[in-house]
Structures are given as structure tokens and as C-alpha cells.
């Protein structure tokens, strides 16, 4: 994903996927055990089929920016990815300063709302946290801009959302804890295995979802590193991790 300046420093933890670890505590104790990545057309083309069999289950792709901006590749990365057997989200990268989430949100839902189905593929969409330059419109706090978008997203379908918010474990601080009903979606690339890791470990104390305590803090995602490498993808990729099991991905956070 593209970042601001504020996120923490990649560590390029890994060099394939063979080399993460095999277990993990979260915030509740129990195990996270699912690898997935993240891309864009900077990824240029991906051979799903490589991918899948290289150990990911799910997958996030970019389909817009603000209000006009649109990812070149996300059709078929959604496509080919549903194809090769994974679980395929879209994120839409915000600008709160650029416009009105009411209108950032139909920008999305014009390119993303057709692969948002009742499929057994697809899992609930994300907003990109990363741009804290104003915010537009009379929302007032990112957190009111951002609860927002994802009502306003709602709106556009008669299936359950459940929309993911992906943010920085330091940038959270921009956030207040009436953000709690989007899922979290962590970016913290410090060093720890993908299975056995906690993206908690920076700025601990700006969680907005949960306890301040860094090892009770709760997520839903967490973004492991930028500098990725797997079969099927020339170049680094964002390495991730779901916070539970295949089934609670496609029960809850999938349609």
C-alpha cells in the first residue's frame, strides 16, 4: 500500500513464505493462522495459481483512490485471484481532505461493488488510512470522516458489511475509539513472525479498539511487511495476517 512518511520503517522480515513461523498468540489468546497479502498495479501482473500455492488464503487489491483515481489492474486481480481459489477483498486508498466520504465511497462501490458478492470469495472491503492533511466536508474528526465512509458504503448494497480499517499502529493516534466498529486493520512491521507475532508492539497505547495493554490489544489484520516475496508476484508485496481461522474469515468477514 502507499504510505505516508509517518508509518514505521519495513524491516524486509522475510524472503519467502516457507520462512515464517507456525503458531501465534492474539489478543484473546488464541491462534492466527492465515497469511495473506496485499498489492496494486505496482505489483504489476500476479499469477494467482503461484500465489495460492505458495501458501496465501486471502488477498486485499486496490481499487480506487479518492474521488476519481482508479487501480488499472484490480479487475483482474480480482477475477484471477477468485479464480485461483482465494479470498479476494478491494480497499479504497482515502483522501478525508479531497472530498466528502459520501462521494468516496460511490467512487469505490462504482469499481468495487460488482466483486463484493455473495460468492464464498469475496471478503469485506477495507479504507486505507494513511493521508492526515485535512479532512473534507463537515465531519469534523477523522474518525466521524472514516465511520462515514464506511456508513455511507453501506448504503450502496443490501449486503452485510462489516468494512476493515487499515491504519499504522502509531497513526492510530489520529483516530478516537468511536472508530471501534471498523475492524482494525494494523500496520506494525516489527520484526516478529507472521504466526506467532502481535502488531501491538509500537505505540501500543494508541489502540482504539480495545486495551492499551499491548498484548490484550485487539485486531483484526496486520500488516507484517512491504517487503515480501512469494511465487507469483515479481517484486515485494505487503506480507499480512488474519486474526483467526479460514472458516471465521468466510463466516464474518467474508460474503
Known amino acids: ?43 504489476g501482473f500476479i499469477t494467482w495459481s503461484s500465489v495460492k500455492g505458495n501458501g496465501a488464503d486471502f488477498a486485499f487489491a486496490r481499487a480506487t483512490e479518492g474521488t476519481a483515481s482508479n487501480d488499472s489492474d484490480f479487475s483482474g486481480n480480482m477475477s484471477r485471484g477468485k479464480g485461483a481459489g482465494m479470498q479476494m477483498g478491494a480497499y479504497h486508498f482515502a483522501y478525508p481532505a479531497e472530498g466528502c466520504p459520501s462521494l468516496q465511497a460511490s467512487h469505490f462501490w462504482s469499481v468495487a461493488g460488482g466483486t463484493i458478492a455473495n460468492d464464498g470469495k469475496s471478503i469485506m472491503p477495507m479504507v486505507d488510512c494513511e493521508e492526515f492533511t485535512g479532512i473534507g466536508c463537515s465531519e469534523g474528526t477523522y474518525t466521524t470522516w472514516y465511520n462515514d465512509w464506511a456508513t455511507d458504503l453501506k448504503g450502496h448494497t443490501s449486503l ?11 497513526n492510530a493516534s489520529f483516530l478516537n475509539t468511536g472508530i471501534a466498529d471498523l475492524g482494525a486493520w494494523i500496520a506494525d512491521y516489527n520484526g516478529e513472525s507472521l504466526y506467532t507475532g502481535n502488531p501491538w508492539t509500537t505505540c501500543c497505547g494508541d489502540c482504539r479498539w480495545g486495551s492499551t495493554s499491548c498484548n490484550n490489544n485487539t485486531w483484526t489484520y496486520w500488516q507484517v511487511s512491504s517487503t515480501g516475496s512469494i511465487g507469483g508476484v515479481s517484486g515485494n508485496c505487503d506480507f499480512d495476517a488474519y486474526n483467526g481461522t479460514l472458516s471465521e474469515l468466510t463466516s464474518w468477514q467474508g460474503v
Request: aromatic fraction near 6%; charged fraction near 10%; include cysteine.
Open 1 to 43: 500500500m502507499k504510505r505516508s512518511s509517518i508509518i514505521q520503517t519495513s524491516l524486509g522480515i522475510v524472503a519467502a513464505v516457507a520462512l515464517l513461523g507456525a503458531t501465534s498468540v492474539r489478543a484473546n489468546n488464541t491462534t492466527h493462522s492465515l497469511f495473506g497479502i496485499d498489492v496494486s498495479s505496482f505489483q
Open 160 to 170: 452485510t458489511l462489516r468494512p476493515i480499517i487499515y491504519v499504522s499502529a502509531c
